[in-house]
């Protein structure tokens, strides 16, 4: 039911221009003594095919909105497989995606590259410092003095 009146109100502009349409045919035919009754039959034929139309657009409508569904859990591993775009409008919201997309790589590749520049800092300075750390660990071990065992137990 959502999924309807969310294609209603995509298309309530020419669901509105159809009556506005029929309201003017049956305003002029009232006008000029016309019987209305045509006007209202050609609405309702009208209306019969509009639902035809609509109904097989609707179906499209609610494939999209699954394939669009699907692509919000695929869209952090790839941005491929969009659905075809049906305009000019789509095509360009699928450049804004996969240029968004695009530029998330980028930060994600740079924020990695950063991770692991961190991690090799680190441990390079780690192994570093535990050389001169053991070495003054031996150095002290080898002394029997208070001083010695006061810095032994520091270190």
Known sequence: MKMLVEYLKLHRKAIGVYF????????????????????????????FAAFIVCGRDYARFCKKHIQLQSMVEEIKVTDRHFPDADGQIEMDYQEVIQSLYEEKQKITNHMNYQYTDMIEYYTIWVHQIKTPISAMRLQLQ????ESSRELLEEL
């Open 20 to 47: 506005l349409f029929a309201l003017i045919f049956a305003v002029i035919f009232a006008l000029w003594q016309l019987p209305v009754i045509p006007v209202l039959y050609g609405t309702v034929l009208g209306i």
């Open 142 to 145: 080898g002394q029997e003095s």
